[in-house]
């Protein structure tokens, strides 16, 4: 007897339409997987972005929308290479406030060891050692760390590299000797301004001992201005190279 053939078709009662609709949902299912995958990668992306932009503003603001009014005027005057030598005695007064310092501390004394120089790069802030170490040490006291405080924010908002130099007298030093005694001292220094977030690739440091005096080392008052700090912030522009 002959076989009969299976009827193909919608007819009849078949089940084919349920391969139909299981690829159907198969497909909705892809689809919503690859719609929650997209939605996740934006949001990473977006979060990556507001996370780089955030980590840009300090850089590219320079600080400025957290620069105090003192801070401001303390850039602008520095920044003012032609009238920085009429402005002296304002700047040091802005850049050390009385209020920053405790009752016990001499403020004249602090000023009248701080010194605003002028430099082809730009401006020198000279602090005498005994305004930031005790004799011998290379660690800053309350004073020294009060007063690096203080010009933290100038550091940091002046937006221009920064080199550090230590110096000291010609008086011999136990080892490891002088110029072992400035080099600690400018990485003292250098550390306390990192303390307070500026960026590290603006700074060098420099180490001269006794080489370079400001004065005579045959008096004491001579000496003791010699073992200083120098600050340059490298304010000045520029000329373009040659090449």
């Keep these: 007897m002959a076989r009969r053939k299976k009827k193909s078709g919608g007819g009849g009662g078949g089940d084919g339409w349920l391969v139909t609709f299981s ?5 909705l299912l892809t689809f919503f997987v690859l719609l929650l995958s997209m939605a996740s990668m934006d949001t990473t992306t977006i979060t990556r972005i507001s996370s780089f932009s955030n980590s840009l503003a300090p850089i590219q603001h320079s600080g400025a929308s957290r620069m105090s009014d003192r801070v401001k005027l303390v850039i602008d005057l520095v920044r003012d290479h ?6 002296n005695d304002r700047i040091k007064d802005l850049l050390f ?8 501390m001499n403020v004249a004394d602090v000023k009248a060891n701080v010194s605003i ?3 082809p790069e730009g401006v020198v802030i000279v602090l005498t050692d005994g305004l930031l170490f005790a004799e011998g040490s290379a660690e800053p006291d309350a004073r020294g760390r009060a007063l690096l405080d203080a010009l933290t924010p100038v550091i940091h908002g002046v937006n221009a590299d920064v080199n550090i130099s230590g110096h000291t007298d010609s008086t011999p030093q136990p080892p490891p000797g ?13 550390e306390r301004f990192l303390a307070g977030k500026v960026p590290p690739d603006r700074f060098s440091i420099s180490a ?5 005096p400001m004065y005579a080392n045959d008096t004491p008052e001579g000496r003791r201005k010699n073992r200083r700090v120098e600050i340059l912030l490298k304010t000045a522009k520029r000329l373009a190279r040659y090449t």
Excluded: C, W
């Excluded at 406030?97 to 016990?104: G, K, S, T, V």
């Excluded at 002088?178 to 220094?189: F, G, I, T």
């Design 23 to 27: 690829d159907l949902m198969t497909l």
């Design 82 to 87: 032609d009238n920085l030598l009429l402005q």
């Design 208 to 212: 001269y001992g006794p080489d370079k």
């Design 97 to 104: 406030p009385d209020d920053i310092f405790p009752p016990e």
């Design 178 to 190: 002088n110029d072992e005694l400035s080099a600690r001292r400018a990485l003292a220094v250098l």
């Design 117 to 119: 120089l002028q430099h």
